[in-house]
């Protein structure tokens, strides 16, 4: 039997309400209907104190640990469980991990994934997989077939155009640690 493969949630501005108790209802559905090992806020452009609120007290409520992509000091300032780095913040790994618990990092190839490995990441997600607007041609489930995950002490998320159960079922043939998402968790 297949163990189950790590679900790690990416949050979308675009995708979710912005007012807190709209909010609240619906991350709460997303929460009670998936399994969800880890969950991480993403608001590149204007992050919101009021929802990451919300966001963090139900992460808590159902215990998964919380991540703020990209903002290290409303990381430490909000209570968040970690930091999920972007490309461009690669070196500040080392120094988010001696202030937070867990250090994700955003990869998109092999290199990328041995650096941030060398830095002490915790978790590193790897896009994109599947075909996924505006990211560019996917490296495929074939690619990840050739990494050894032994030789890294991170886990790693597959991610990019995982929509469906389809794509997850193809991810959890081969020996990887988990998938990442933004619309998969949006179905119920």
Do not use: W
Not at 17 to 41: E, G, T, V
Not at 44 to 59: C, I
């Amino acid at each position: 039997m297949r163990k189950r493969i790590k679900a790690y949630l990416i949050t979308d501005p675009n995708l979710y309400p912005s007012s807190p108790l709209k909010f609240y209802d619906f991350y709460k559905n997303i929460l009670d209907s998936h399994a969800i090992s880890f969950a991480c806020y993403r608001d590149k452009e204007s992050p919101k104190p009021k929802l990451f609120e919300v966001f963090l007290k139900l992460n808590q409520n159902y215990q998964i640990p919380s991540l703020l992509n990209s903002h290290f000091e409303m990381a430490l300032e909000y209570g968040f469980d970690g930091l999920h780095c972007n490309g461009k913040q690669i070196q500040q790994i080392s120094d988010a991990k001696q202030k937070l618990p867990l250090v994700f990092f955003s990869a998109h190839n092999e290199q990328e994934i041995r650096e941030a490995d060398s830095y002490g990441a915790d978790g590193i997600t790897l896009s994109p997989i599947f075909a996924t607007p505006n990211k560019g041609k996917p490296l495929g489930i074939d690619f990840l077939k050739t990494l050894n995950l032994d030789c890294y002490k991170a886990k790693i998320f597959a991610l990019g155009g995982i929509i469906s159960q389809k794509e997850i079922l193809e991810i959890s043939q081969i020996p990887f640690c988990g998938f990442a998402s933004i619309r998969y968790f949006l179905s119920s």
